[in-house]
């Protein structure tokens, strides 16, 4: 019965399921990010992306039920989302290529306009709920509902999964992957191969910016599924932080989306099994964990092990 | 090293030209609203005087966002419907920073306001305070209750509801309809408002069934989706079968507990349409009421600095502050004359809600038996404790 009470065992299960659930958006912003910065761009405004994704996501897919039936929209939605996150990293790819441009700069740029359209062309789509996209129910065998609740994974999670071993290939094993190291490493050699720094750049930005779109479509159209100004409470820029914290390896950036997803699951978990004081400190888990982050791997007197070589440089 | 001409790649030509046609645009665009303005006040030549008396709203989020912004906006509207010669300007998603003097400013010199409602609990200080002693003309509403006689600028009234009465109610309900005897409670922050609902809405479930247990979960601030859905479903696999909130938007709750097959109970406005199925009732600002006669008093030229407007403005559900949202399917008969029965009891005065003998969560003795607190009581509003049966703490 679904009045069973869990106790404590709430608490890991709260965890495991807030890490499936709330990873995904981290999952696909950091890989996208990952993608930008070892081409030698930070784009700082994967922030706004996320929110313009989410709304285009949710917007579609309300609009295209009617005609496309409720399992294939938001599945159009996702696409669109994509697609609304490559149109920021087309402007944000040329603009911070100009002279004299900071890509930090335009960066912060980006989180406003991004949000700023989202929300204004977001604005019909508050109220009404859109078709989410179908989950995965691994865990149907379970007697138990809670545990059927907690492994309805969505096929997105699976899709960025899925996509840490091919972007890692990518990097190490392609032409093309080479050309984006290349880049980002030393451009003036890259240029003496014949490759062209700007071409690569927007390229890898622009799908950078259209993972953290599909990232997006998961905060509107899978959990928590639905569309607010405020959807993405500055889960974007963390994992743009949490890219650091991966050193820009793929697989790290998996880990670390699980870190991150799970530890926002852990205030609400506590208190739900009666740990209530402290509330504040456990649901700022996640910035805290930013933070420490930013110390142990920042220092202005070393450059990281593995970080792309002319990140944050002028050129 | 390039020349200097190289990093700046536009000639002193190109620059005038593109500062020229900028503010050729610009005057153009000034001119046209400058122009299309008079018009409605033009046509509109009713009562007053030939000119509209026009009163601005500000909100904090957006206009429809099944919460406490949309409660206000359909406030307003209803306003502008039943006060003949009343206009209405409105702007949403304003911050609770400057951004919001700005707007205010913008309203009364721009469009003309003559009475503001700035909406949001953090627009009153230092906000609202500042623009009432700059333009003493002007009258100021504010909802939630902070006018000090004395100490704020005389043109200021501020209004608030006893909506603790309805979640009272609506505590009855969920006590009538909850299994397993758990309620949940997904609260934004301890504050005194917050924490009369989350002890009303108990004491309406005890009433019903003295063992039923409230857990109450903070998340930290009045808009975090992702935060709302983790509490809603921890609390789920808890065992709570009942579930309400007090946070800006209550869609992510609705939505996340009629997802997991479980009831709830609304909060701010409407919310029956996201969760057919498991929708109870909820608390609801009813500001309707408040603002068109509100509107009617300044259209009559009454105004607070005279004193015609109270600068205190206060109800229950007996005043149309408050309002219960209609029964959902899954309430039973009995609930519904429960609920029926304590409405009638709180519209008449005879049910006090906080009455002893009670005590804190922490065993501390609030009131001994035989004493009450009314709901108007000032004691009330510095409410820092949870109720006997709620489970959580404010620290």
Redesign the interface.
């Known amino acids: 019965m679904?009045?069973?009470?869990?106790?404590w065992w709430?608490v890991p299960?709260?965890i495991i399921?807030?890490t499936l659930?709330?990873s995904v958006p981290f999952l696909f912003v950091s890989l996208g990010e990952c993608l930008t910065e070892k081409s030698g761009k930070i784009n700082l405004g994967l922030e706004g992306t996320l929110r313009l994704g989410a709304m285009s996501a949710y917007g579609v897919s309300y609009l295209c039920a009617q005609v496309l039936g409720v399992g294939l929209a938001p599945w159009l939605g996702v696409l669109m989302a994509g697609i609304a996150g490559m149109g920021l990293g087309l402007i944000h790819g040329w603009l911070s290529q100009q002279?004299?441009v900071n890509d930090v700069a335009v960066g912060i740029a980006m989180i406003i306009f991004g949000s700023g359209i989202a929300?204004f062309l977001g604005?019909p789509f508050?109220?009404p709920?859109a078709p989410q996209l179908a989950t995965l129910d691994v865990a149907n065998w379970s007697s138990l509902?809670?545990v059927q609740?907690?492994f309805k994974i969505s096929p997105l999670f699976l899709l960025g999964v899925a996509l840490v071993p091919v972007l890692d290939w990518f990097f190490k094993s392609t032409r093309w992957g080479l050309y984006v190291r290349a880049v980002g490493d030393s451009p003036q050699a890259a240029k003496a191969m014949g490759i062209s720094i700007v071409k690569v750049r927007l390229a890898s930005i622009v799908m950078g910016s259209f993972l953290a779109g599909l990232g997006g479509a998961a905060l509107s159209l899978y959990?928590?599924?639905?569309w607010?100004?405020?959807?993405s409470?500055g889960?974007g820029l963390m994992a743009v932080a949490l890219v650091i914290f991966a050193r820009w390896q793929p697989w790290q950036c998996l880990w670390a989306s699980l870190l991150f997803g799970g530890a926002?699951?852990l205030?609400?978990?506590f208190?739900?099994?009666?740990i209530?004081?402290y509330?504040?400190l456990f649901?700022?888990t996640p910035y805290i964990l930013t933070l420490v982050i930013m110390i142990f791997t920042c220092s202005p007197q070393r450059t990281l092990a593995g970080a792309p070589g002319a990140l944050g440089k002028e050129d | 090293m390039p020349d200097r001409n190289m990093s700046f790649p536009l000639s002193r030509r190109q620059v005038v030209r593109g500062l020229l046609a900028t503010s050729a645009f610009g005057l153009t665009a000034k001119f046209g609203t400058g122009c299309s303005q008079p018009t409605p006040t033009g046509t509109g030549d009713n009562k007053a005087g030939g000119k509209d008396y026009v009163v601005g709203f500000i909100y904090v989020g957006p206009k429809d966002d099944f919460g406490y912004n949309q409660a206000h906006a359909e406030g307003a509207a209803a306003m502008a419907k039943n006060v003949p010669g009343l206009k209405l300007v409105e702007e949403a998603s304003v911050p609770e920073t400057t951004a919001v003097a700005e707007t205010m400013r913008n309203m009364i010199q721009q469009d003309g306001a003559k009475a503001l409602f700035p909406t949001s609990f953090g627009y009153f200080d230092p906000y609202i305070l500042e623009m009432a002693k700059e333009f003493p003309d002007v009258q100021f509403f504010h909802a939630g209750g902070l006018y000090q006689d004395g100490v704020h600028p005389k043109n200021i009234s501020s209004y608030f509801g006893y909506i603790d009465e309805a979640q009272y109610v609506a505590g009855v309900v969920a006590g009538h309809t909850s299994k397993s005897g758990k309620l949940g409670f997904v609260a934004a922050k301890p504050i005194p408002q917050l924490l009369r609902n989350v002890n009303s809405f108990t004491l309406g479930a005890r009433s019903v069934n003295p063992k039923i247990t409230t857990q109450v979960i903070f998340t930290g601030d009045w808009s975090v989706p992702v935060k709302e859905a983790e509490a809603t479903n921890s609390m789920v696999d808890q065992g709570v079968d009942v579930i309400t909130c007090h946070v800006d938007s209550p869609k992510v709750v609705m939505e996340t507990a009629e997802k997991r097959g479980i009831f709830c109970s609304g909060y701010h406005a409407n919310q029956s349409s996201l969760a057919p199925k498991g929708y109870l009732t909820g608390a609801e600002w009813d500001w309707s009421s408040i603002y068109t006669s509100l509107g009617k008093q300044l259209i009559a030229g009454k105004s607070i600095a005279k004193g015609d407007i109270p600068h205190i403005l206060r109800g229950g559900l007996a005043d149309n502050f408050c309002k219960l949202s209609p029964f959902g399917p899954a309430v039973s008969a009995a609930a519904k004359a429960d609920a029926e029965k304590a409405l009638a009891g709180i519209k008449s005065g005879q049910l006090t809600i906080y009455k002893g003998p009670l005590k804190t969560n922490t065993g501390k003795l609030i009131l001994p038996a035989g004493k009450d607190l009314k709901i108007t009581d000032i004691e009330l509003e510095k409410m820092d404790y949870l109720i006997e049966g709620v489970k959580g703490s404010v620290k």
Do not use: F, H, M
């Open positions: 679904a009045t069973e009470a869990l106790g709430g299960l709260a399921a807030g659930r709330g002279r004299r929300n604005k508050i109220q709920q509902p809670q609740a907690a959990y928590p599924g639905l607010t100004e405020r959807i409470s889960q926002q699951a205030g609400p978990a208190q739900s099994v009666g209530d004081s509330y504040y649901n700022a």
